[in-house]
């Protein structure tokens, strides 16, 4: 029994003695890591740093139209074609108008009959009018003679209704005249509205324009509504860029920004902030900005890619930091390392601008005898001796 016992001891301080050989492996090995100085880069104290915001977009239009006849028809011609520069009021297209030019000439010569008729009437009245007054006239003679008994009561009765005969035909007169002015009114409206119908199979710039797209050609029968052209105002170019929510906060509208196009990288061109969208995407969680652009070439290209960049604010004196070196970032606070007393060490910090290269401004006031490293890696240790390569003096 007493054996047995022996020989399950043994490799019990084995393992014991294996375990402290470990133990003082990993005590050597940190003491080495923190005892080890490590060369690191540290941030500096920057002044006049502008704060810009970076949006990738497109180039759209704000004044994009694809216009269309209000009527259908065959189209007789197309004047203009892609690229080509309209005046507003300049005739683009124009459809087979035949019919419609008969529907005119037909009202037409209705309103020329509603004249005449008119006219007719008129001459008619006048001499219903001269009929009128001889009666009246008559009538009053003979109703003094009749006071003398020179003419019987029965022809002074008959000259009194002759009189109202003809006030009666004036009146029918008169009232045909109306009903045939009304008639005209009718028959004008009619050749105004075949009329504007007509000028409707004429297609015209409803502004200054430039002709991106034709959409149909000669011979093709549209309905009202089809489109036939896209026009662009020109003046009215500008780059939709999408910034992320979390960058878009500080962008207002007027601040100055600069494009650079796909197709020319090498060039820069002046812009400004012209409106911010209302609503965010919701999947991508971008904030949509329009942005002018002041100098941009005559010649621009829908849905090209732009790349933006708004000046947001500069900072004066700015002690920043890239944010890959920041661990914990929340949008507003983190930890970084520092070095004190020739030691890397931790602190919470809190964050303000961010520029477009990624580096985030520290607000918090650091002690005069800190700084802070700027760039991340496996041998930032805490306790850790450190030495500054490139830091602020």
């Known amino acids: 029994m007493r054996s047995i016992s022996s020989a399950m001891h043994i490799p019990s301080k084995k393992w014991l003695l294996g375990a402290a050989i470990l133990a003082a492996a990993l005590g050597l090995g940190a003491f080495i890591a923190v005892s080890k100085s490590v060369t690191v880069k540290t941030?500096?104290?920057?002044?006049?740093?502008?704060?810009?915001?970076?949006?990738?977009?497109?180039?759209?239009?704000?004044?994009?139209?694809?216009?269309?006849?209000?009527v259908g028809g065959a189209l007789l011609e197309l004047k203009v074609d892609h690229g080509d520069r309209v005046k507003k009021g300049d005739v683009l297209a124009r459809l087979h108008d035949a019919d419609q030019s008969?529907?005119?000439?037909?009202?037409?010569?209705?309103?020329?009959?509603?004249?005449?008729?008119?006219?007719k009437s008129e001459a008619s009245l006048g001499k219903t009018r001269a009929i009128l007054a001889q009666k009246t006239h008559t009538n009053r003679r003979r109703q003094e003679l009749v006071g003398r008994q020179t003419v019987s009561v029965q022809t002074a009765e008959e000259a009194q209704t002759d009189v109202a005969v003809a006030t009666a035909d004036l009146a029918v007169a008169e009232a045909d005249i109306e009903v045939?002015?009304?008639s005209l009114a009718d028959v004008r409206a009619q050749y105004q509205f075949e009329q504007i119908t007509l000028d409707h199979y004429t297609l015209r710039a409803p502004f200054d324009a430039v002709v991106v797209e034709r959409l149909k050609e000669?011979?093709?029968?549209?309905?009202?509504?089809?489109?036939?052209?896209?026009?662009?105002?020109?003046?009215?170019?500008?780059?939709?860029?999408?910034?992320?929510?979390a960058r878009s906060g500080p962008v207002t509208v007027g601040q100055t920004a600069s494009v650079r196009l796909r197709s020319l990288p090498q060039k820069t061109f002046k812009g400004r902030v012209a409106r911010i969208g209302i609503e965010s995407d919701r999947v991508s969680e971008e904030r949509r900005v329009w942005v002018s652009c002041e100098d941009c070439p005559p010649l621009f290209h829908l849905g090209e890619q732009a790349e933006v960049l708004i000046t947001v604010g500069s900072l004066s004196k700015a002690l920043l930091v890239p944010e890959a070196a920041v661990q914990g970032f929340d949008g507003f606070k983190g930890r970084v390392w520092t070095i004190e007393n020739g030691r890397l060490a931790h602190r919470q910090v809190a964050f303000g601008m961010r520029t477009e290269d990624a580096r985030l401004e520290i607000t918090t006031a650091m002690p005069t005898d800190v700084r802070v490293v700027a760039q991340s890696g496996t041998g930032l240790v805490e306790g850790r001796s450190a030495r500054i390569v490139d830091g602020a003096p």
């Open 180 to 182: 045939l002015k009304a």
């Open 102 to 119: 008969a529907k005119v000439a037909r009202t037409k010569a209705s309103v020329m009959g509603a004249e005449v008729a008119i006219r």
């Open 43 to 70: 941030a500096r104290i920057e002044q006049n740093v502008p704060v810009r915001v970076f949006g990738l977009g497109t180039v759209e239009a704000q004044v994009i139209s694809k216009i269309g006849f209000e």
């Open 218 to 245: 000669a011979g093709t029968v549209v309905k009202a509504g089809d489109p036939i052209f896209t026009l662009v105002a020109p003046e009215t170019v500008w780059v939709l860029a999408h910034i992320d929510e």
